[in-house]
C-alpha cells in the first residue's frame, strides 16, 4: 500500500467511526467564528485530528479535497489551505452575503479476500478507484466493507442565508431545521437526520462540547431523532461543539463474524457548530 492510500484509510477510519469512545481521535473543521460581520468579511478554518476535541495535539487534516457551497449553492475547492503538522487552516474570503458551508467528504473501501494462487488471506485499504483496480474481479471469499463519510461546519457573512444548506441526498446528512448559525445557549434548535436523502428514525447521535481539558470530563450529550428522523433540543450554554454520528450505530472493532454479509456500507457524520450566548 503506498503512503497516499494508507493516508486517506486513516482518514477514512477515523471519519467513519466519528462516535466512538473519549479517547478515540476525533477529525474536525473549526471555524473562528460562524457569524462574520465586516464590510469585507473573511473567516480562518482550522482542520486537526486530536484526541482532545479542537486542541492542536496529533495530526493535521488533509483538506486537498474539501469544497465550500456559497449562499447561492455553488460548489468550489476551498482556497489552497496550509498544512502544518499538527494543523492544516485556510482563510476563506466571503465575497457574497449569507451563510457558507464547508465539506470535506471521503469515501473508501477495506477488503480481503482468498488469493487463488497461494491461499493466504489479501487486504486492502484505499480509495474506490484504488480498488476498482488492484482487488481482482471475483476474488474467492471477498469481503468489502465501503465508508463514505462527511465532516462539516457552516459560516455565515452578514446575515444568514439557506441556499448553502440543501443536503445532497449521498450519504449520512444532518439538515438543519434551526439554522446552524443562529443558535443560541437557552432556545430550541430542531434537527433531521437522514440517509441517502431518507429519514432515520430512532437514531442515535451525541454533541461534545470543547475545552474537555479544562473540565475533565467529556461531557457529551446523548440524543435520539422522533419517528420523523427529528430532533428538538434546547441548547446548552454558548461555545464550540462537535456533533457526531454513524451508522450503523455498531461499528465494534476486529475481524467480521463468519455470519456477516459479504458486502457491507459504513457512514460517518460530523460538524462543529457554535451556540451562541443568550
Known amino acids: 500500500m503506498n503512503r497516499s492510500m494508507l493516508k486517506t484509510s486513516i482518514l477514512a477510519l477515523a471519519l467513519a ?7 478515540a481521535h476525533r477529525p474536525w473543521l473549526y471555524p473562528q467564528q460562524t457569524m462574520v460581520e465586516a464590510k469585507e468579511p473573511w473567516v480562518t478554518i482550522d482542520g486537526a485530528i486530536s484526541e482532545g476535541l479542537f486542541d ?11 469544497t465550500v457551497t456559497d449562499p447561492d449553492g455553488a460548489v468550489a475547492p476551498v ?9 492544516s487552516s485556510f482563510d476563506l ?9 464547508i465539506s470535506l467528504v471521503n469515501k473508501s473501501v477495506m477488503a480481503s479476500w482468498k488469493d487463488k494462487a497461494s491461499g493466504e488471506t489479501k487486504r486492502f485499504r484505499g480509495t474506490e478507484e484504488a480498488f476498482a483496480k488492484d482487488v481482482p474481479a471475483g476474488a474467492d471469499e471477498l469481503r468489502t466493507t465501503h465508508m463514505h463519510s462527511r465532516l462539516e461546519t457552516f459560516v455565515s457573512a452578514n446575515r444568514s442565508s439557506t441556499g448553502a444548506l440543501k443536503p445532497s441526498g449521498v450519504g449520512l446528512e444532518m439538515v438543519p431545521i434551526t439554522h446552524p448559525t443562529e443558535l443560541r445557549a ?3 434548535a430542531r434537527w433531521r437526520f437522514q440517509l441517502d436523502g431518507k429519514p432515520l428514525p430512532a437514531f442515535a447521535f451525541s454533541m461534545v462540547p470543547g475545552g474537555v ?5 467529556l461531557g457529551e450529550v446523548r440524543l435520539t ?3 420523523k428522523g427529528e430532533v428538538a433540543l434546547t441548547l446548552p450554554a454558548a461555545g464550540m461543539y462537535w456533533l457526531s454520528a454513524s451508522w450503523p450505530a455498531s461499528q465494534a472493532k476486529g475481524a ?4 456477516a454479509p459479504a458486502a457491507t456500507r459504513r457512514y460517518g457524520y460530523s460538524a462543529t457548530l457554535e451556540i451562541l450566548p443568550e
Request: hydrophobic share 30%; glycine share 10%; aromatic share 4%.
Open 17 to 23: 467511526g466519528a462516535s466512538l469512545s473519549a479517547s
Open 56 to 66: 492542536i495535539d496529533h495530526v493535521a487534516l488533509k483538506l486537498d479535497t474539501a
Open 93 to 101: 474570503k466571503m465575497d457574497k452575503p449569507g451563510t457558507y458551508k
Open 79 to 87: 482556497p489552497t489551505p496550509v498544512m502544518g503538522k499538527q494543523r
Open 213 to 217: 481539558r479544562y473540565r475533565g470530563t
Open 186 to 188: 437557552g432556545e430550541t
Open 256 to 259: 467480521a463474524p463468519a455470519d
Open 225 to 227: 431523532t422522533d419517528a
